[in-house]
């Protein structure tokens, strides 16, 4: 009996048979995997991962260790106590050449070594000062030819940590985008006035159509043509600041998990680019949807926090997780591809997005996921979550995100985006909370401006008294309801008065400035 069990239980610990990749040639496709650290992914159907190219050297699967004649892991002696994900850790103590050497020791380190991360960090610790992109980072970082870059068959390793920022990289988004319930889908409108979005729309994600078709952006810029007029112009793209040349170059030809985004805050400049309303501005190159209103940043004058960016990235390239700077709400416009963009309201009573974790103070946010690795682990428990709003932002369109709205986004296509924040009417007293009460978590300004808060009040206090009253009163009242809300916990009377709707039947979550709000 006890060897029948043990038996069972063996049996039901073996991998599927199915999902194990018996010796494809290098370079062939490899069946989807789960892998162990995941939460097993429900209900979407994934068949489009079926056509993931294997791994440059072969690596497969961890799970292909169990019925393998021979392991590569076997020859690295004492290392071989050690877990995967500490061998790279110690490998990243080592500069270039100490990599090499070490690879040099057994195809198990050779492969250990050629994990993108590392050459990387190397890469971006000390940029080289002149170089070419040459497809991956080591070779970039070496300037190896990628005809002379050599491929060892390391077919009989299996390490999860080694093949999976690959298969990652080349996951199919389809499952994801496709069939979103009509309950979540972003509103869609060709444009609204500024009437319609201060009453009505400002607490909501929506999609218009219209506006962006008319900027002389969207009708003349494309990949090439920025080439053709900036070339040579450095941008910024994460750690680095690249000529656009060569990021274009890297955005056409790179196997990245996590593909470096350009995302450039002195674009404008940078670009000699006129931005206005064009009735003011006859020569801009776009302007803010009017439906917008006024942002108040704009009273500190050249003392605000950055506003703008131009975003440039590759097809799986995007966003993970987080809510804009400093409470402010946000427009995307999509002048060349699409974005995917799945969003979640936030407010005290409700959890973070599925995979998203929040210190108390919420002052750190952790996604430690790649976009592909939440989407295969979490986008289904995600869809199925109260709140959840998902959409594709398409060429030509503009999408809103308002203030403190959680959103995750991933470009479907090669895309070119500028994106603008703002603090529009209904979200000053949520600006204005977060300035005073979460001074440590403001960004954006330069290092000099001291204060924002009280500089922000200074100038709201001479351009616009009233609205500003307005707005402090609306955060005296949301204090007080606060307070009211703990006394009543604290001395025992909250269920007399109904207590918290969360608790009470209803579902109930808040926005940006945590008023609450019914969801069926
Ligand atoms: O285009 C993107 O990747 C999203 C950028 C973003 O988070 C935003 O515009 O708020
Ligand atoms: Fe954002």
Not at 51 to 59: D, F, N, Q, R, T
Not at 345 to 350: A, D, E, F, T, V
Request: proline letters at 8%; a negative charge; hydrophobic letters at 35%.
């Amino acid at each position: 009996m006890r060897l029948f069990l043990f038996l069972q239980i063996i049996i039901m610990k073996m991998p599927d048979i199915n999902s194990l990749d018996c010796a494809r040639p290098l370079g062939g496709a490899v069946a989807a995997h789960s892998y162990s650290s995941h939460p097993e992914p429900d209900v979407e159907d994934l068949s489009g991962h079926e056509e993931i190219p294997g791994h440059p050297l072969g690596v497969k699967p961890s799970g292909n260790a169990l019925l393998a004649a021979e392991n590569l892991r076997h020859a690295i002696g004492t290392f071989n106590i050690l877990p995967d994900e500490s061998i790279l850790m110690l490998l990243e103590y080592l500069d270039g050449p100490s990599l090499l050497n070490i690879g040099q020791t057994c195809k198990a380190f050779y492969a250990f070594t050629r994990a993108e991360d590392l050459w990387k960090a190397l890469f971006t610790g000390s940029p080289p000062a002149s170089f070419s992109w040459k497809g991956t980072w080591r070779s970039t970082y070496l300037n190896i030819p990628p005809s002379e870059e050599c491929i060892l068959d390391c077919s009989n390793l299996f390490s999860d940590v080694l093949h999976r920022p690959f298969h990652c990289a080349h996951i199919s988004l389809d499952p994801y985008i496709k069939n979103i319930p009509a309950r979540n889908q972003i509103a869609r409108l060709p444009d609204l006035s500024f009437e319609e979005f201060n009453e009505k729309w400002s607490n909501t994600p929506f999609i218009l159509t219209e506006p962006v078709k008319q900027w002389p952006a969207y009708k003349n810029w494309s990949v090439n043509m920025l080439l053709d007029h900036y070339g040579e112009a450095i941008f910024r793209a994460e750690a680095v600041d690249w000529p656009l040349h060569t990021y274009v170059d890297y955005m056409h030809n790179n196997s990245d998990e996590s593909p470096l985004y350009l995302f450039d805050r002195a674009f404008v400049s940078k670009m000699g680019l006129k931005v206005g309303q064009p009735d003011q501005e006859p020569d801009a190159t776009y302007w803010p949807p009017s439906c917008f209103g006024e942002d108040f940043f704009s009273v500190l004058g050249n003392d605000r926090p950055d506003r703008q960016w131009l975003i440039i990235g590759p097809e799986r390239s995007g966003s993970t997780f987080h809510k804009d700077p400093n409470a402010t709400s946000a427009w995307n416009a999509v002048v060349r591809g699409s974005k995917y963009w799945i969003m979640f309201p936030s407010s005290s009573k409700l959890p973070p997005p599925p995979g998203v974790y929040v210190s108390d103070d919420q002052s750190e946010v952790t996604s430690p996921l790649s976009i592909a690795e939440w989407l295969f682990g979490f986008h289904a428990e995600a869809r199925r979550s109260p709140g959840c709003i998902e959409g594709i932002c398409h060429e030509g369109e503009i999408l809103h995100v308002p203030s403190g709205w959680w959103h995750l986004v991933v470009n479907i296509e090669p895309a070119i985006a500028i994106t603008q924040n703002f603090i529009p009417r209904a979200h000053l007293s949520a600006a204005l909370d977060f300035l005073s009460n979460k001074a440590d978590q403001v960004s954006g300004f330069r290092k000099d401006v001291n204060n924002p808060y009280e500089r922000f009040v200074a100038q709201m206090q001479k351009s616009h008294p009233e609205l500003l009253e307005q707005a402090q009163a609306e955060l005296q009242k949301k204090n007080e309801g606060k307070k009211r809300k703990w006394d009543e916990i604290v001395h025992g009377n909250a269920e007399q008065d109904g207590g918290d709707a969360a608790e009470g039947g209803g579902f109930s979550f808040g926005f940006g400035d945590d008023s609450d709000v019914e969801v069926p």
